[in-house]
């Protein structure tokens, strides 16, 4: 999700075939995503601290390809509050919902991507501290997190994320297998 949000500098373009690979740096393991950007060729390289609970289990983080999953229980330390709202809205706006004439790839790709949508809102609503309401101002780190939490401040309270996520799954099931 953050390589879709920083899109190349040079184009913009978001796409791009990275070589995966886990190193250690410093002590510390990293997963690394480095490749061309498919437009301009600009070089392209994002590296992520693996999850400690992740890094000591020889499995690894649970990945299924059907399921997106962007986090355990703690908040994003890379993408901020208003960061994952707005890829909520993007994919929510990107997919459509209706049921009629859908390939059968498309049926997972709809499921996948709603699903995806959910997840990000669940991501929002970690920020909030227990007892509390809203996601705090600390939540927003990025220019682009605070313009999204300054245009619609309401929808970083707890009931109106849980509501929206609610939506999110609600069409997930809807293209369910």
């Not at 703690?74 to 890829?87: M, Y």
């Not at 619609?152 to 099931?173: Q, Y």
């Amino acid at each position: 999700m953050f390589m879709a949000l920083h899109p190349c500098e040079r184009c913009g373009d978001e796409s791009f075939a990275p070589v995966v690979q886990q190193v250690t740096e410093d002590g510390v393991l990293i997963t690394r995503y480095t490749g061309q950007c498919n437009t301009c060729r600009t070089v392209r390289d994002f590296r992520f601290r693996v999850d400690k609970e992740w890094a000591d289990d020889e499995q690894g983080p649970p990945l299924d390809p059907d399921e997106p999953r962007f986090g355990k229980t703690d908040p994003s330390e890379v993408i901020d509050a208003g960061q994952w709202l707005r890829a909520a809205d993007q994919i929510l706006a990107d997919t459509p919902s209706n049921i009629l004439g859908v390939s059968e790839a498309e049926w997972r790709e709809r499921h996948f991507m709603f699903t995806a949508a959910a997840e990000c809102v669940g991501e929002v609503a970690k920020f909030i501290p227990d007892g509390a309401d809203t996601v705090p101002s600390t939540a927003f780190w990025t220019d682009s997190g605070r313009e999204m939490r300054d245009r619609v401040p309401d929808r970083f309270e707890r009931d109106k994320l849980e509501h929206l996520r609610g939506v999110c799954l609600e069409l997930a099931a809807r293209f369910a297998g």
